[in-house]
């Protein structure tokens, strides 16, 4: 494991709200990061789909993940996100990456996928815009 991996393991162990969800960060290296979310039915809403806002919620979070990756500290300025199917398996998988950075902004995109049956399907795609944070 890298030093930035240990790092960000560490952030995403400071976000109260990941860790009830039980989000896990399995790649994190300048310009690219991915968390990963195993799927429970307290995170399915009433067709058996899981919720849009966890989706949204693991797309953003990839999303910070990578900005902060090449900025250090982040917020997310704005995002948007397609959804392109429901998400029905086991396991969410989000996969960032930078698409440009500056020095106090950088412009990433995600991708989620449901993984069933050991398969990868793509359930939403998000771009953002993330700011760095002043000390």
């Known amino acids: 494991m890298t030093e930035l991996f240990d790092y960000g393991r560490r952030i995403l162990a400071q976000?109260?709200?990941?860790?009830?969800?039980?989000?896990?960060l399995t790649r994190f290296e300048p310009g690219e990061a991915e968390?990963?979310?195993?799927?429970?039915?307290?995170?399915?809403q009433q067709h058996g789909f899981v919720h849009g806002g966890v989706i949204?919620?693991?797309?953003?979070?990839?999303?910070?993940?990578?900005?902060?990756?090449?900025?250090?500290?982040v917020v997310t300025s704005e995002y948007k996100i397609n959804y392109v199917r429901p998400a029905i398996g086991e396991?969410?998988?989000a996969r960032a990456s930078v698409l440009a950075s500056g020095k106090r902004q950088a412009v990433c995109q995600?991708?989620?996928?449901?993984?069933?049956?050991?398969?990868?399907?793509?359930?939403?795609?998000?771009?953002?815009?993330?700011?760095k944070v002043d000390s």
């Not at 968390?35 to 399915?44: F, G, S």
């Not at 949204?56 to 500290?73: K, P, W």
């Not at 995600?110 to 700011?131: F, I, K, N």
Request: glycine share 8%; no cysteine.
């Open 91 to 93: 396991q969410l998988v």
């Open 110 to 131: 995600a991708e989620v996928y449901v993984v069933a049956d050991g398969q990868e399907r793509l359930v939403a795609v998000a771009q953002g815009t993330l700011s």
């Open 35 to 44: 968390l990963i979310l195993h799927i429970r039915d307290a995170l399915k």
């Open 56 to 73: 949204s919620y693991l797309a953003d979070n990839s999303l910070a993940f990578v900005g902060g990756s090449v900025l250090t500290d």
């Open 15 to 24: 976000q109260p709200f990941s860790v009830l969800l039980g989000a896990e």
